[in-house]
């Protein structure tokens, strides 16, 4: 039955997908959500008390403040009682003798039986949700998987099920986010490459060890919209600190459409190589050939074209955010100005590039508009 | 008894006797200024952390915004030199450890626990001697670590393989660490071993088992954690020492080994290692609650009761420390309520104490105050304590500055209020002289308001998600960042005006009085009945036992 509800949701999002990224406008907007500068002021911490943002992070919250309110007499008992003594019982001087009493086994057997209880109470709620927390549902056939596998100092993640592998943006190198489905059952297995790491989104309220040589499972439903950012929870050597995580929950429809980019992305990233390689003015001929061998990759693919403009949006941002590093060394140090600069004048020239190709595509595909994808190919090839 | 039939066996003067004294009291004062240096050097490698935490140039966001205007980051110390933060992080928690908090209870157990059961010395004096300078090598390798290649240990003080396994053969910073911890874990079981057997045969004819002074139960009890966790300890580094250098491969995954066996059996020392760090302090909180109210210490057999408890439970805990490994289900379950019971005779220590203060007449010392703050402080950090027992939220505490804040309550606010407020008490009994109750009044407050603002704020910026031991945190702790160090600044200031308190007291006249705080007439003490500060043998004659009975008679 689910299952059906499944397939039924997934044609939905094929029909809906396409209308999604028609617009020209849609392609930063998109970059907008599948790439958040995570460095920057953009996203705001958030965790399991400020917002939480997952079935486990609600029900982690709502079991903390039922705990907090049997346990806060503790807390607050021996601090009205002490102020009290401490007024009460001062010596002034007056001759008042103190009292004698040295035990009084009422009151001790109470003092250990009262807390007992409350830690009685407290277990109610708190074993079924350890148990909740350990295993995902059972209907969870379609639980997004990912495998996260943690390295020094980045993390990797792996969607089987849809084929894509994610990790270093391939522009900056930097940590890329992990897309989720807003209100599917999300498991993650994760383990490490080296040294131990600990999985951490807090506003999720879930973590996991990621140790060598095994494979943790969690899982947890993100029921709320937008990036949220963690970071490694376990030292790991000198970048723990810049051991970042993101992750971005988007709607199903959203979801689909990002799917179908990634088929993209290693394609795109060859045009986009050859086009920071070229400069406004210079001969056309790489460029139309990587375009070329682009669209030869996916013949009658209607979402081609879209995807590589999404990629050289994205790509865009990207190196915009990957500025040189002055680094510590002396050698690197004086080279450094140099390397700065070069990297501010390729920001400044990919406006012009992209243009270009964009051009390019425009007049590619209309020329070629009526016939179907795969022999546009041909056709372009023997314009060439 | 004339001095010709004492047995002669002092050799030197001088530097030569400090250097060779196996005189329990001289042990214990050498472990005193050992503690409160070593403490100056652990707030000093804190301050590095917090004042870089503090500066403009520690958030994410400014790395940022210096590399895309290509300029070096704003003021710091660590942004780029992240391995020279972790550095020092792991030096600064081995320090306050190995070297302040563990041996500075032993300070006050050398000191006064001979003189309390009516002995003249420890049962073995010149293992005593030994077990002292076995630090002094420990900390020495610890600390040149740091000019060694790749610098000291950088795992942190807990040295989770792989990554303590990395750089082995390279960088000898890790090793040191591991035999600094050696030595030091050495000098404790000997030490412990010399508690439980003075302890247990040298008791004044007449002190049975419950006569005994709540501080001598509290450091039996807890030498016989030690004695029992600390091999444990040496074990676990013992592997990584082997791992590191002799190709065994307990820990390493990819031939056999399990990184996350190490966590076990080093948590199995470590977490009662905690209790050692405060068990000591709670017998001796006893006694000043007891000597300044004037009455005496109440429910004295729950409270030995409670002291054993957390010595048993203490080892049946230690996986909470581990809740997000990847445990069993039903081993977390176990050890989420194991760990909740371990509040069961914590509860029943405060509530003691407070009955203790119960319709006494107070005298409001700077010891006592010590004793009043840190109830106040200590029962904040164990209510954070029992909030991270509860898995499902420990797991999203786990590792954040939440549990930074928790431990440090504990640590802070607990064990060193403790050890302070016990100096102020017993400083006239150890070298003569009173310590200035005015100045240490602005100790204590100093002390009690900057822990509470260093360590609150830390629970929030826990909670609100900074992981700790980071060097660059998002921008959005930045305020929490820059109120903790306030709170640090406040309590560095009240630490060092007590170091310096007790150092410029040796300039104050001598105490005349046997018994300064004027006490003993209801509390019976025998560390009171002999002068200040006591003679070489401590009692010419063995004491007649003052005490009232300390259980009452059914």
């Not at chain 1, 029900?59 to 607050?76: A, C, G, Q, R, Y």
């Not at chain 1, 810049?242 to 179908?260: D, G, K, N, Y």
């Not at chain 2, 035999?179 to 007449?206: C, D, E, K, W, Y």
Request: aromatic content about 14%; charged content about 15%; some cysteine.
């Amino acid at each position: 039955m689910l299952r059906l509800k499944f397939l039924s949701l997934a044609a939905l999002l094929l029909l809906a997908a396409p209308a999604a990224f028609t617009a020209e406008a849609s392609v930063d907007d998109l970059v907008k959500v599948f790439n958040p500068d995570l460095w920057g002021p953009e996203i705001t911490m958030t965790s399991t008390w400020s917002q939480p943002a997952s079935n486990i992070a609600k029900k982690v919250l709502d079991n903390f403040w039922f705990s907090f309110l049997v346990f806060v007499p503790f807390l607050v008992l021996p601090q009205v009682l002490l102020l009290y003594a401490m007024m009460k019982f001062r010596d002034r001087g007056n001759g008042r003798k103190s009292a004698t009493f040295m035990h009084n086994t009422k009151l001790e057997n109470l003092w250990t039986a009262i807390p007992i209880l409350a830690l009685a109470v407290v277990a109610v709620p708190v074993y079924p949700l350890l148990y909740e927390m350990e295993l995902p549902p059972k209907d969870a056939d379609q639980a997004l998987a990912i495998t996260v596998r943690g390295r020094q100092f980045a993390w990797d993640y792996e969607y089987k099920r849809e084929s894509i592998s994610i990790g270093q943006d391939l522009v900056n190198g930097k940590q890329e986010p992990m897309v989720l489905v807003k209100d599917r059952v999300t498991t993650l297995r994760i383990t490490s490459n080296d040294v131990n790491h600990a999985w951490w989104v807090p506003a999720f309220g879930v973590k996991k060890d990621a140790i060598i040589g095994r494979f943790n499972n969690t899982w947890f439903i993100p029921d709320r919209i937008g990036p949220f950012k963690g970071q490694c929870a376990e030292l790991c050597g000198e970048g723990h600190g810049v051991m970042l995580i993101s992750a971005v929950v988007v709607e199903p429809a959203q979801f689909a459409t990002w799917t179908m980019l990634m088929k993209h992305r290693y394609p795109a990233k060859k045009v986009w190589d050859t086009l920071s390689a070229w400069e406004v003015g210079k001969p056309e001929e790489p460029l139309r050939a990587a375009l070329l061998e682009y669209r030869g990759k996916f013949p009658g693919d209607a979402q081609a074209d879209f995807a590589l403009q999404y990629w050289m949006a994205h790509s865009t941002v990207s190196f915009t955010r990957g500025a040189p590093l002055p680094g510590t060394k002396p050698e690197d140090r004086a080279g450094f100005p140099q390397r700065f600069a070069e990297w501010q004048r390729q920001n400044e020239l990919m406006k012009g590039r992209r243009e270009r190709l964009g051009q390019l595509m425009a007049a590619t595909t209309t020329e070629t508009s009526p016939v179907p994808a795969a022999e546009s190919f041909v056709a372009l090839a023997r314009q060439e | 008894m004339t001095a010709a039939l004492l047995p002669q066996i002092k050799r030197h003067t001088g530097v030569m006797d400090w250097l060779t004294t196996v005189d329990h009291k001289k042990i214990g004062l050498l472990y005193f200024w050992f503690t409160l240096f070593m403490g100056i050097v652990g707030g000093a490698l804190s301050g590095l952390i917090r004042f870089h935490l503090a500066m403009p140039g520690a958030t994410i966001e400014a790395i940022q915004t210096a590399h895309l205007a290509g300029t070096d980051i704003a003021m710091n110390l660590f942004s780029e030199n992240r391995h020279a933060y972790n550095q020092v992080m792991t030096m600064h928690a081995s320090v306050m450890i190995f070297f302040v908090i563990i041996p500075s209870f032993a300070a006050f157990g050398n000191y006064l626990l001979p003189l309390m059961i009516g002995a003249r010395d420890m049962a073995f004096p010149k293992m005593n001697g030994f077990a002292f300078w076995l630090l002094v090598p420990a900390a020495l390798l610890m600390f040149t670590s740091f000019f060694t290649a790749g610098g000291a240990a950088a795992a942190g003080w807990t040295s989770y393989p792989p990554l303590s396994l990395m750089g082995k053969g390279a960088n000898p910073g890790q090793d040191m660490w591991i035999l600094g911890v050696h030595l030091a874990g050495l000098s404790s079981i000997l030490g412990s071993i010399n508690f439980i057997v003075t302890v247990a045969n040298m008791r004044a004819p007449g002190m049975g088992w419950l006569q005994m002074p709540l501080f001598v139960w509290a450091v039996f009890i807890t030498s016989v954690i030690q004695l029992t966790a600390t091999p444990v300890l040496g074990s676990a580094v013992t592997m990584l020492l082997m791992d590191r250098n002799f190709g065994t491969t307990f820990l390493d995954a990819s031939k056999g080994g399990d990184p996350l066996l190490y966590q076990h059996i080093f948590w199995f020392y470590s977490h009662p290692a905690v209790y050692i760090m405060i068990l000591p302090g709670f017998g001796g909180i006893s006694h000043i609650f007891a000597a300044f109210s004037r009455k005496r210490v109440f429910g004295y057999f729950g409270m030995i009761l409670a002291i054993g408890v957390i010595g048993i439970i203490g080892f049946s805990v230690w996986a909470h420390h581990m809740f997000s490994v990847g445990m069993p289900t039903a081993l977390q379950a176990f050890f989420m309520y194991m760990s909740f019971l371990i509040g069961v005779p914590t509860g029943i220590k405060i509530f003691s104490w407070l009955a203790t203060m119960w319709g006494g007449t107070i005298r409001f010392t700077v010891a006592m105050k010590f004793a009043c703050g840190f109830l106040s402080l200590f029962t904040l950090g164990g209510f954070g304590g029992l909030i991270l027992a509860l898995v499902p939220v420990d797991i999203s505490l786990h590792d954040t500055y939440f549990v930074v804040g928790h431990f440090h309550f504990t640590l802070v606010g607990g064990s060193v209020m403790l050890l302070f407020g016990m100096t102020y008490f017993w400083w006239p009994k150890m070298t003569g002289r009173m310590l200035d109750e005015k100045v240490g009044t602005i100790v204590f407050w100093l002390m009690f308001i900057g822990v509470f603002v260093a360590f609150m704020t830390m629970h929030i910026s826990g909670m609100l998600g900074m992981a700790r031991r980071i060097s660059v945190y998002y921008d959005d702790f930045k305020m929490l960042n820059l109120i903790t160090t306030g709170g640090y600044v406040l309590a560095m200031i009240g630490s060092l005006i007590f170091a310096a308190q007790c150092f410029l007291s040796y300039r104050k006249p001598k105490v005349t009085e046997n018994d300064p705080w004027k006490i003993n007439d209801l509390q019976g003490g025998l560390e009171w009945a002999t002068t200040c500060p006591p003679p070489v043998y401590n009692f010419e004659t063995v004491p007649p036992i003052p005490i009232v009975e300390q259980m009452p008679k059914h």
